[in-house]
């Protein structure tokens, strides 16, 4: 099969490692894919992938025969709808599915009619309705961006003048037409994990759990991020947690989508907080997690490539995953000033050393090769992924090749998998 990989993280690099050890790969193309990809196929520059008719071309000019998508904003953007629409196979939700990410407002009203326990909430878009609405309700206030924010649309605090003023800026054009609708939702206390899924369009098969460090500082202090760190698999979950999700919450989900003519095929990724009364959706993504991706698929032992081809046909193998008896931990290499203004263009060195280690893989994130050498690109430059009998001797591993690698500004949490 040829493949042509939709992306250029962390999450698209681990992708297309896991994708080129299929027995059925016979070529493997990024758009626009990143120097760490290139080991495993052809990148492709200067093609916009949030231009659904630039990906289709590119698919039949290479005879592509599954088109895989890694990030929301494609998806959001319709490159799947395109896709299909050519008759070529792809992996991931269409335009109207994506929505479950891309509008919280359009996620809570599928949760609301499929009966899927989650925050109450209600939706604006004047901002002195949305002011006088928080005046009347008691804090911690949860006000949140309606549309794509890439994480940076949401406000949670005690504090009213604050979440007033984040509702003005929501609504004033912060986040653009993202934020010209925002969410007010009741706060929910709890432990928060991730649940993921591939989904058919019908079936949700479960990946395990994975714990991701949002904070950019030890301890969970400091602003949020992407993601600093990941591990798998998590012990303290409730033993019916992954079980629960699929029945009360992703298949309701699918259901629901599909009476509407969504038939929902691609990942889907349910962030829950734990409540006295059951797991409550916090938020939905279209997608796999970014660094969840890189430790789950360091321990899946099947074949992705034919598990995503079946899923973007509408039919899963039945029954559950195959996971090897490993533990892995992914410690993120991040870049001085991330994640506000991250420093670029810093020469990175130990890469070749590291990637020479047993059990440990790298993948890229943000760098770019240069005639001098390779790069920092971004703010999330490198994720060092660890495999071992236990979370201790992964988190060991992960850690003692992160101190091979070396370039100007490095941070890291050290806190990544610790009990
Ligand atoms: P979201 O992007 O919607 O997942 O929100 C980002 C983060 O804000 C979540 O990971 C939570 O830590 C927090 N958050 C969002 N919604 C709520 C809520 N209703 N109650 C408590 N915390 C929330
Ligand atoms: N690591 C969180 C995310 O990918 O949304």
Redesign the pocket.
Known sequence: MRVLLVGGGGREHAVGWKLAQSKTITDLIAVPGNPGFAQLGACVPGIDILDPHAIVDLALANAIDLVVIGPEAPLAAGVVDALTAAGIRAFGPTQAGAQLESS?AFAKSIMKRAGVPT?NWRAFTDVNEATEYLEQIDGPY?V?ADGLAY?K??L?TEDLIAAQGWARLCIGGEFGEAGSTVVI?????GQ?VSVFAICDGARAVALEPARDY?RHRDGDRGPNTGGMGCYSPVADLPEDLVDRTIDEIFHPVLAEMSSDGIEYRGFLYA?L?LTDDGPKV??FNCRLGDPETQVLLARLDEDLLELLASAAEGYLPDGPLIWRDTAAVDVVLTAAGYPDHPEVGRAISGVNEVRSMPNVQVFHANTRRTPEGLVTAGGRVLNIVATGDTIEEARSRAYDAASHIHFGGIHYRRDVAQS
């Open positions: 919280k925050a949860v949140k994480g649309g949401v949670v939702e009741e706060y929910l206390p928060e949002k962030g907080v916090l938020e």
